[in-house]
């Protein structure tokens, strides 16, 4: 910026702020190594804040960067984290402030490993492999182990060890690998394979002591974790202590915190067992004493209903019974008979009194001509010298017309 300015024609502050603007625009992009002090991500907001210190001198910048940026790696960095940031200067005119605008940051160090193992971690869990329902459960009581360590190691001692404490009758498999190194993966995948193909183990446990990240690195390996997820036999994982969370952990039926931890949950313990048959037997005699008291009390109250004391009274009741509703019957049925002949005597005299006949008996006579026509009256009769039929009390006989 060669300006010519002086005391009495200076530059405004605005002027010389949009001069150093252009200036740092026309600066390309840089690697920048720091620590991160200050992280900033404010909810709902598109942009993420940073402050790189240079851990060997008192020199801090800002940086900024999108959210889909920071993301990549927000897993992993966190107040603290070394990073190499990829980014461009800015300046801000209205502030005078000078940051940097992050295009790429990458994690240094362990920061970096840590990076790829989330990167594979989510690319296997969209294949659903370290799904819940490919999880099989383990058996009650396993007769052969198979049992995959380094060799004369405190994992192998204390798997062997605390199992056989439990269940002294439990057999293993031992298949010693090189648990860390370049060859430790393709030696275990090997062993887990061999173990798996074995028709008698019944479940194979893999067991390494602590260690760092990078010593752990063999059981974060998708070649061992897909190998793994293929066996048909139940795995147990057990590597490293408790913080410590390799793939393999995932990808196993049971998680173990330790290897002492696999070996309780992989045998049950003789004592533990032999309390709860002696529990369950109390606990089933129990329930049968309980059961044969309340059913002799149950007989006992049956048989001192009287019902049960006196069994022919119940059929002397229902022979009075029968005998009561028998004669009650019969009484019924008399009355409606006398009732109908009754009705039918009477209904029979009226009947007698209205039918032709005894009318005829009273000295009536019906007088039919030839055709069977009835004479009602004297001129119905014919012709004089015909022929009518005369029906009485007595029979009938023919009558001839007069003149």
């Not at 394979?193 to 990240?213: C, H, M, P, Q, T």
């Not at 048909?232 to 793939?247: F, N, W, Y």
């Not at 009484?331 to 039918?355: K, M, Q």
Request: with cysteine; proline share 5%; charged share 30%.
């Amino acid at each position: 910026m060669a300006l010519h300015t002086s005391a009495e024609a200076p530059l405004p502050v605005g002027d010389v702020s949009r001069l150093i603007g252009g200036w740092i625009d026309r600066l390309g992009a840089v690697w920048v190594e720091g620590q991160i002090t200050q992280l900033s991500r404010r909810p709902g907001a598109g942009v993420v804040f940073l402050t790189l210190r240079d851990p060997s001198q008192d020199i801090s910048v800002s940086v900024t960067c999108f959210r889909q940026v920071f993301d990549r790696i927000a897993d992993v960095v966190s107040e603290g984290a070394r990073v190499v940031v990829l980014a461009k200067p800015e300046w801000y005119a209205p502030r005078g402030q000078l940051s940097l605008r992050a295009t790429e940051i990458r994690p240094v160090g362990i920061g970096e490993l840590l990076v790829r193992l989330e990167a594979l971690r989510k690319s296997l869990a969209a294949e659903g492999i370290f799904a819940a329902d490919r999880k099989k459960p383990l058996p009650f009581l396993p007769q052969l182990i198979g049992l995959v360590c380094g060799r004369a190691s405190a994992a192998e001692r204390d798997v062997l060890e605390n199992a056989r404490r439990r269940w002294p009758a439990v057999r293993f498999e031992v298949r010693n690998t090189a648990v860390q190194g370049v060859h430790a993966v393709s030696q275990v995948v090997r062993a887990v394979r061999e173990l798996d193909g074995l028709d008698e183990v019944d479940v194979i446990v893999v067991a390494r002591g602590g260690g760092s990240v990078e010593d752990l690195l063999p059981f974060s390996d998708e070649e061992l974790v897909r190998a793994v997820a293929e066996c048909r036999t139940p795995v147990v994982s057990a590597i490293g202590h408790e913080p410590d969370s390799p793939l393999l952990d995932l990808v196993a039926d049971v998680r173990a915190s330790t290897p002492t931890d696999a070996a309780k949950k992989v045998v049950p313990d003789v004592g533990e067992e032999l309390d709860r048959v002696r529990q369950l037997r109390e606990r089933a005699l129990r329930s049968v004493r309980g059961l044969l008291d309340r059913e002799e009390r149950g007989l006992a109250h049956a048989l001192a209903r009287p019902s049960m004391e006196r069994p022919q009274r119940m059929v002397d009741e229902r022979a009075a019974e029968i005998d009561a509703l028998t004669g009650r019957s019969r009484r019924v049925l008399g009355h409606l008979l006398d009732r109908a002949d009754s009705e039918l005597a009477h209904t029979r005299a009226r009947v007698v009194a209205l039918s032709p006949a005894a009318t005829l008996e009273r000295g009536y006579a019906v007088l039919q001509r030839a055709d069977g026509h009835v004479v009602r009256d004297p001129e119905e009769a014919g012709e004089p010298g015909e022929v009518l039929r005369a029906r009485v009390s007595g029979g009938e006989f023919a009558v001839r017309v007069g003149e």
